[in-house]
């Protein structure tokens, strides 16, 4: 079966950097996504990777190893607005995505 | 509007309503998507339509019925529904083959409550 693991909550302070794992089993790989949706809201867009590495956007970075199933998504900087869950997604070989339950970022001053 | 609308935002029925949940989407996209949300649990890909037509249907209980009258426009018929159906229900759209990441964007949601 088809299977995305990341943690369930973590814990970090204002101003530190945070590192959100995910690991995948999927048919296929066709791109790896994660999104952030803040409580009652939408998921909105964060990043995708495609090719092994990282990319960097701001103080949100993603990084992807293809042979291994892993990504994680790098925060720097932290913000109390960064409390979220941030969703990980793989598209596999039918184009469709298969999602993590997400990660639920706390934020501490 | 912009983006992706739904409505209603939140739904209380009971078990012999019958009522339809709509998803507008503002970005010209071809392709739409029905989500069902449940709490610390994935997001369980419910419908797809590409170009008006649906292209999956990931056993979904009959009891819910997609409509895509055109390509900007998505309904989710709800009947006779059970009260493990509640959730928050996502739309969500994608420009697909266009070349790019194709990511799909959300709507708000639609929090149901069956009682």
């Known amino acids: 079966g088809q299977n995305i693991d990341q943690p369930t909550e973590m814990t970090a302070t204002e101003g530190a950097i945070v590192q959100i794992n995910c690991t995948y089993q999927?048919?296929?790989?066709?791109?790896l996504f994660w999104y952030q949706q803040h409580a009652g809201e939408a998921p909105t867009f964060l990043s995708y990777?495609?090719l092994d590495g990282l990319e960097e956007k701001g103080r949100f970075s993603s990084f992807l190893s293809r042979s291994k199933g892993y990504s994680y998504l790098l925060l720097k900087e932290l913000q109390m607005k960064d409390s979220a869950s941030y969703l990980c997604a793989v598209r596999d070989s039918n184009y469709q995505l298969i999602w993590g339950a997400g990660t639920k970022l706390i934020i501490k001053p | 509007e912009t983006g992706v609308t739904q409505t209603p935002r939140h739904l209380v029925m009971g078990m012999t309503n019958k009522k339809s949940l709509k998803c507008e989407q503002h970005l010209g996209h071809n392709a739409m998507y029905w989500y069902k949300q449940s709490a610390k649990k994935p997001l369980e890909l419910m419908f797809v339509y590409n170009f008006k037509e649906q292209t999956e249907n990931n056993s979904v209980p009959s009891r819910f019925s997609p409509e895509c009258p055109n390509s900007s426009h998505l309904f989710l018929h709800l009947h006779t529904l059970q009260p493990e159906d509640s959730a928050l229900y996502l739309c969500?759209?994608?420009?697909?083959?266009?070349?790019?990441?194709?990511?799909?964007?959300f709507g708000p949601g639609t929090r149901l409550t069956v009682l």
């Open positions: 990777n495609v």
């Open positions: 999927t048919s296929g790989f066709n791109g």
């Open positions: 969500a759209s994608s420009q697909d083959g266009a070349g790019g990441y194709n990511e799909q964007f």
